[in-house]
């Protein structure tokens, strides 16, 4: 077992620094406006487009000042921060809109944009709004405070917790927006509590470093202390709410009162967002020590893959039901 993980660890970590990382470095830098390209076809040899969604950028700018982070010791941790602040400023300077929220698409340059039918850049109509998805304001936030513990610039720290106010103001509200896959009437979904949790544990880490001032619960500063608490009741909702009694599955789709529902949407399962989101509960796990919770989602991990993959071209379906 320990040779398996051995080689798994070689090949992902041959294919991030000979394979992707050299792709992006070429291809994926803005060096004229900041920011990033990422409208590329699949195949990778063609750039479709310049708009830069706040949602790519923000993990973008992460990525690069994880690298920073978890690199400091290599030559090319320069590089890295340098490629993470400039995502950092451009989302700093261009992603948030007077009333404190995100733009879902920018031009390369940096206005909030609307796309047409043939994915032309236009600007909003009446009744029109460029803040279609507040799960861009969460990877902006994610980005940021990444990108503040690689460079110790608490301005990076200050943007970033200001804007995680603005979401929880507009989630109290009922006014988190799930675009570009708006939330049906009558039901909540998954993916706002997985966001939630990993932005708010992202943050807290910051906070540890950048907010010092009244100390909290544990000896934490109290804003660390009050993002670590909302992370465990985002992590609670997720394995007590969206995973019914008995069941190793994570569905999308609670109905707004917060009870599982028998229907098409009250049994669906998203395999890979399972996936994704049981990594943000064992980091969250880890953190505190709950050894319960890192088995339990081991154990929907194995299930998404059961239910999920696709026994005759491999990979997983986006469509399943417990």
């Not at 991030?16 to 990033?36: A, C, K, M, N, V």
């Not at 995973?243 to 999308?252: H, K, L, M």
């Not at 609670?254 to 943000?280: K, Q």
């Not at 239910?307 to 071209?313: A, M, P, V």
């Amino acid at each position: 077992m320990n040779d398996d993980r051995a080689v798994l660890r070689r090949f992902y970590h041959d294919h991030l620094f000979r394979q992707i990382l050299p792709f992006w470095l070429e291809r994926g830098i803005d060096r004229e406006h900041g920011g990033y390209f990422t409208g590329f076809a699949n195949s990778g040899g063609r750039l479709l487009h310049e708009h830069k969604f706040a949602w790519s950028q923000g993990r973008f700018a992460w990525v690069w000042a994880r690298l920073a982070n978890q690199c400091a010791s290599r030559p090319e941790a320069e590089q890295y921060l340098a490629l993470a602040r400039s995502g950092a400023e451009f989302l700093m300077r261009h992603a948030v809109q007077p009333d404190g929220h995100a733009s879902f698409i920018l031009s390369r340059e940096g206005r909030p944009i609307l796309l047409d039918p043939q994915r032309q850049p236009r600007a909003a109509g009446p009744g029109e709004r460029y803040d279609t998805s507040t799960f861009a304001d969460c990877f902006v936030i994610y980005g940021l405070s990444e990108y503040a513990r690689a460079s110790g610039e608490s301005a990076a720290f200050d943007f970033a917790a200001g804007l995680y106010d603005s979401v929880e103001q507009r989630l109290a509200a009922g006014e988190f927006r799930t675009d570009p896959y708006p939330t049906p009437p009558g039901y909540r979904q998954h993916g706002v509590p997985m966001i939630m949790l990993e932005t708010s544990r992202e943050l807290a880490l910051s906070a540890d470093r950048f907010d010092p001032g009244r100390v909290g619960e544990a000896s934490r500063p109290a804003r660390a202390a009050a993002l670590r608490r909302r992370g465990s009741e985002f992590a609670l909702q997720i394995m007590r709410q969206q995973r019914p009694a008995g069941q190793d599955v994570v569905i999308e789709f609670l109905g707004s009162d917060g009870l599982i529902r028998g229907d098409m949407l009250g049994t669906y399962v998203n395999p890979g967002h399972t996936l994704e989101c049981m990594w943000f509960v064992i980091h969250y796990a880890e953190e505190t020590g709950d050894e319960e919770m890192i088995r339990e989602a081991i154990a929907v991990i194995r299930r998404a893959c059961e239910i999920g993959w696709d026994e005759e071209y491999g990979g997983l379906y986006q469509f399943a039901h417990m």
